[in-house]
């Protein structure tokens, strides 16, 4: 579902990701913080049984998370390299749940017709698209009443942060153009995403931190093991000032409920 202004998906970049990104300690920190989110904010989740659509879900990482844990899971990308590789390894791993691929856009109505879900994952996706914001309320529209928003999305303060730290504050603005790399083009403000998650009503549960410390500075001594990160992270990533310096930004929304029930 990963698309922007200037290619229709991440064919090109896929296995750069798979190497560079969900495959090392970055990649395994974001995943463990995001799981321990939602095992804490969301009751349902570690019990499984839930209808779960992870927008732009790529290699399907976090859908297999899900499906071990028996959820449901609905992957939907543009990328036909990335859903190839999700298929290939979905079978060698045997997740418990099933998980369903679909190469289609997450703006497709025929997504629709796979829910209604009880958790809408749309992580590090919005910020990859020539309309971010707009993808975002799309994306609430699709969690079912009651149900839960995972929206992870590129912090563009972090970003002014280490621009500025480097001496280079003005070439952070205006926001960078889309090439080659793996800096996405329209990452958003934690302060702008509480106000559009605040405009769809419904209840914000969670702004967390990810990746506040790792990364930031080129070299470090001594060198820390990828739990040693994992657990310094731990430490501070749902404290503010903390939790609005992560390199991603995690909410937890949940839509209104149109009866008593809760997950």
């Known amino acids: 579902m990963r698309e922007s202004s200037n290619d229709g ?7 750069c990701l798979e190497d560079r990104v969900y495959g090392t300690d970055k990649g395994h920190i974001r995943l463990a913080l995001i799981q321990e989110d939602l095992r804490d904010f969301l009751p349902a989740f570690p019990g499984g049984g839930l209808k779960v659509l992870d927008a732009g879900g790529g290699t399907g990482r976090f859908a297999r998370c ?18 190839e590789m999700a298929a290939v390894t979905n079978k060698d791993a045997a997740p418990a749940g099933e998980i369903t691929l679909l190469r289609l856009d997450l703006q497709d109505p025929a997504i629709r017709d796979h829910g209604p879900f009880d958790l809408v994952a749309l992580h590090g996706v919005a910020e990859w698209t020539a309309a971010p914001e707009a993808l975002i309320r799309h994306a609430c529209t699709l969690v079912r009443p009651g149900g839960m928003l995972s929206l ?16 280079m504050l003005a070439a952070a603005r205006p926001r960078r153009k889309q090439g080659g790399g793996l800096t996405p083009p329209g990452g958003l ?17 969670l702004q967390s931190g990810i990746r506040i410390f790792h990364g930031f500075f080129r070299e470090i001594a001594p060198v820390l093991s990828r739990e040693q990160w994992l657990a310094q992270e731990r430490l501070h ?25 809760r997950l």
């Not at 998906?9 to 296995?15: E, G, T, V, W």
């Not at 028996?70 to 990335?82: F, P």
């Not at 702008?192 to 549960?205: F, K, M, S, W, Y």
């Open 152 to 167: 992870l999305v590129f912090n563009t303060d972090k970003l002014l942060l280490k621009e500025g730290i480097n001496g």
């Open 9 to 15: 998906n991440f064919d090109a970049r896929a296995r």
């Open 237 to 261: 990533y749902r404290q503010e000032p903390f939790a609005g310096l992560g390199e991603h930004s995690h909410f937890l929304w949940q839509r209104p409920p149109s009866t008593g029930r």
């Open 66 to 83: 899900c499906s071990r844990l028996g959820h449901r899971v609905v992957l939907c990308d543009l990328s036909a390299e990335m859903l």
């Open 189 to 205: 403000p934690p302060r702008l995403i509480r106000d559009l998650l605040a405009e769809q009503g419904g209840t914000l549960h």
